[in-house]
């Protein structure tokens, strides 16, 4: 099982990414997956996440509003919307997938990607 993030870089405040995370390896359909992140010296905390069956999305408050998460037309795929930036939206992203359990905690999510990299300038 693989879990491929992209779309991280580098952005001024204001600015807008695209993340995108592709699972592959197995059968993904009952799964949810979702995003988190890390800054330095932080614990890893819940961005948002997506059933897959449903789409039903879920989000962290801090992140309600400019990021959108959403399956992409290609399979197995989620995308995170991420506009109105700001420099503490910066860490390192991660996906994750999961089955069971509840969303917003890192614990219960089986599958993880390697992170991808956003950095927000003042």
Known sequence: VQLQASGGGLVQAGGSLRLS???SGRTFSGFIMGWFRQAPGKEREFVAAIRLSDTTTYYADSVKGPFTISRDNAPNTVDLQMNSLKPEDTAVYYCA???TG???STSGY???GQGTEVTVSS
Request: overall charge positive; charged content about 10%.
């Open 21 to 23: 995370c592709a699972a």
């Open 97 to 99: 997938a999961k089955n």
């Open 102 to 104: 509840t969303v917003y």
């Open 110 to 112: 089986a599958y993880w």
